[in-house]
């Protein structure tokens, strides 16, 4: 696939961004099937790699609800809450003509907020699929910034939801 080399990097970062400690080869073993996922860790990178895979194979589908619990249920063996998917969707198509890095901004502030499970994750996987689907490159928490990225997202989610309510108003 076109993108792998990519999704191990995203992959990687995610894993950095969280504190994970583990080697880059590895996540790319591991991604390749080259190895068994024998820790906590290497079965959640396994996990999310297929939930990459899954979403990108399907990036010229429409964004649904198979899709969001599909992609989900691949990272976690858990399905979406009803509401959380709704809500979702809701959001995408509300601001479908928003310039793209709001429109991940946004869902990427839901998605951390309202899902327990593997949050971090699957926000940046929508958001990837979002930034895909306007023609856009990945969006990805560089290793040397991390701190800086954080405080970021907070700020560019903050200002995305300013945004948001000046445009209801």
Known sequence: MIFSKFIINII???MLFQDN??????????YYDKIKSLSYLESKIKNISNSYN???NNIN??????LLNQSYYLMTCELLERNIVDE???????????APHSLAA?????ITN??????IEFAFLISNYVMLKKNRWFLMPYEYCHRI?????????????????????
Request: zero cysteines; aromatic letters at 16%; charged letters at 25%.
């Open 12 to 14: 990687y970062l995610i």
């Open 21 to 30: 400690k583990i080697v880059k080869e590895r996540v790319y073993e591991i």
């Open 54 to 56: 899954y979403i990108l």
């Open 61 to 66: 589908q429409p964004i649904s609800e198979d």
């Open 88 to 98: 979702i969707l809701r959001i995408y198509y509300k601001n479908i003509d928003v």
């Open 106 to 110: 946004l869902l990427h502030l839901y």
């Open 114 to 119: 309202n899902i327990t499970k593997n949050n």
């Open 149 to 169: 990225t954080k405080k970021l997202l907070k700020v560019m989610i903050y200002l995305v939801w300013l945004e948001y309510f000046m445009i209801l108003n």
